[in-house]
Every structure is written in structure tokens, then in C-alpha cells.
């Protein structure tokens, strides 16, 4: 009988945590972690309202899965904070990291970042045919920028900021000798600024990476979610809210002639580490083969 009533309670408690583990991934609504100055992707608008390319993806998901949503803004690094720490359950949109894979599942694809240098039109030496030694470069913090910048670059001074703006007027008051970040953001900052004949972008991209969304890597359920959201979203959809953000179609990621199949990063880095692919096939089977 003791037996009976042990096993009862632990059949119990299992039930129990599965619905407590269910309602935290799945509660509504779900907080979605996005930054106050990743423009045109994320940031607050002149009446401190989330906007952005990002922010309107996820609308169009939340009407998609039927899942309520709200979002918390933060400077860029925190956004991650309040996703490790529990405040938010999605993050709206990063770069994929070896680091970052270790707490973080990532999304299929949603979009994709060029980064490029930065320098102020009032510095004579323009151009990146160095190695920056001894000079200040600057990122935003907790980026893969910085991380990217702390291993190549590493006779240069790595200076990081909270936030895009304060990195922008250090460059152009020659705080900084450059600066490395996304170019339709750092455009886009500097237009409305008024500054963007105070800088000048590197027609050379250092690098161009996907970016996904992520979830805390224990919440399989949710991310489950999330993809299954994108999957509902069509290239086309995704192209009419680009275009209100992008005016350039040359800078644009969703292009009607150019259409991706969305990856996952686990499918990506699958592929990658198997450059060499065999396929099986009949010998005959016409007209196939």
C-alpha cells in the first residue's frame, strides 16, 4: 500500500511540473526582448512605441500563431540579459554564436546583417588596408561585433558602447578612429541625426552573418512555436515590411528575385561541416534518371 501511495505522489508531482513547465512556455502573453536603438529593425519611436522591421515581424507572427505578445526594450546587451534572466521568452533577433549556443535555440532565418567600417569624413586616413594597431575601433556592447573585433583586431583598442548613437558622436568628435557596425543601421542613425555627411561607410563589408530569434535552450516547446509561426509567414509578407523601412531595394534582404529557403543555425552549421554530400540514386528510372 506504501508502495502504491509513493508511486501515486511521484506520478503526481511529474504531472504537476509538466503543466507548470507547459504554462511558462507557452504563457501569454510572451515578452519578446528587442533594443531601443537597432534601427530599422528595433527601437522606440519619437513616441517611445516599439517599431521596426523586427516589430512588425512579430506582430504579423503573433496574428499567425494567435499568440498575444509584447515587448520589452532595452540597449542592445541587456536585451540578452532579460532573456538569460528570465524576463523575456524570445529574443527578437540576433547572430549566431558559439557562446551564445550554449544557452540560447536558435530560430530558422529571419534576416541578414552587413557590417562595415565607419569613419568620420574629418579623418584623413579612410580606409581599412590597416590593422587599426594601436587605435581605438568601437562596437556596440555585448555584440558579435565586439567579439569579432576582439579576435581579429587585436593590436586595436576595442571601446564598446550601450548604445548606437553615443559610438556615432564619438566617432565623428574623433573619440574613436572607426567604428564597425551594421550598415543600414548605422545609416539609417546617422540620417536622422543629421550626420550623415559627418561619417562615411567602407564600400567593403567585413563580414555579413544570418540573424535568428532565440529562446532559452531548456524551452524546446516554444521554439517549436516560433518556427512554426515563420513557416505561416510568406517571403512575399515579409518583403512589404521591409519595403516601408528600406527605401534602397539594393539594401534590402527580401527580394522577390532572390527567394532564400530559410536554414535553421543547427541545419546551417550541419552543412557546413559537410562540404562533401553523396547521393544515392537508380541507375534507371526514366525520365528522372
Request: net charge positive; charged share 25%; with cysteine.
Amino acid at each position: 500500500m506504501k508502495l502504491k501511495s509513493f508511486i501515486l505522489i511521484i506520478l503526481l508531482c511529474i504531472v504537476t511540473d509538466l503543466f507548470a513547465e507547459d504554462s511558462i512556455k507557452t504563457k501569454d502573453p510572451l515578452v519578446i526582448a528587442i533594443s531601443t536603438d537597432y534601427k530599422p529593425l528595433c527601437f522606440l519611436n519619437a513616441d517611445s512605441k516599439p517599431a521596426g522591421i523586427f516589430v512588425d515581424i512579430w506582430r504579423l507572427w503573433s496574428e499567425k500563431t494567435g499568440n498575444k505578445i509584447e515587448f520589452l526594450a532595452s540597449n542592445f546587451n541587456d536585451s540578452f540579459n532579460n532573456l538569460k534572466n528570465h524576463k523575456a521568452d524570445i529574443h527578437s533577433g540576433m547572430i549566431y554564436s558559439d557562446a551564445r549556443s550554449e544557452w540560447i535555440t536558435f530560430s530558422q532565418p529571419i534576416y541578414e546583417s552587413s557590417s562595415c567600417f565607419f569613419y568620420s569624413t574629418k579623418s584623413e586616413k579612410n580606409n581599412r588596408n590597416i590593422e587599426f594597431a594601436g587605435e581605438k575601433i568601437g562596437a556596440s556592447q555585448g555584440s558579435f561585433t565586439e567579439d569579432y573585433l576582439r579576435k581579429n583586431y587585436t593590436k586595436s583598442q576595442i571601446v564598446t558602447f550601450t548604445s548606437r548613437e553615443k559610438m556615432l558622436r564619438a566617432l565623428i568628435n574623433k573619440d574613436i578612429r572607426a567604428l564597425l557596425g551594421d550598415y543600414n543601421s548605422i545609416e539609417s542613425l546617422s540620417n536622422d541625426l543629421g550626420l550623415s555627411g559627418e561619417i562615411r561607410a567602407d564600400n567593403n563589408m567585413v563580414f555579413t552573418r544570418t540573424l535568428y530569434a532565440g529562446v532559452l535552450k531548456e524551452n524546446k516547446e516554444l521554439i517549436s512555436l516560433v518556427d512554426k509561426g515563420f513557416n505561416a509567414i510568406s517571403n512575399q509578407e515579409l518583403e512589404e515590411i521591409e519595403k516601408l523601412w528600406i527605401q534602397d531595394s539594393e539594401k534590402r534582404y527580401y527580394k522577390t528575385s532572390n527567394r532564400k529557403i530559410r536554414l535553421t543555425a543547427k541545419e546551417e552549421a550541419w552543412l557546413k561541416s559537410h562540404r562533401k554530400l553523396r547521393f544515392a540514386f537508380l541507375i534507371d528510372f526514366p525520365p528522372l534518371m
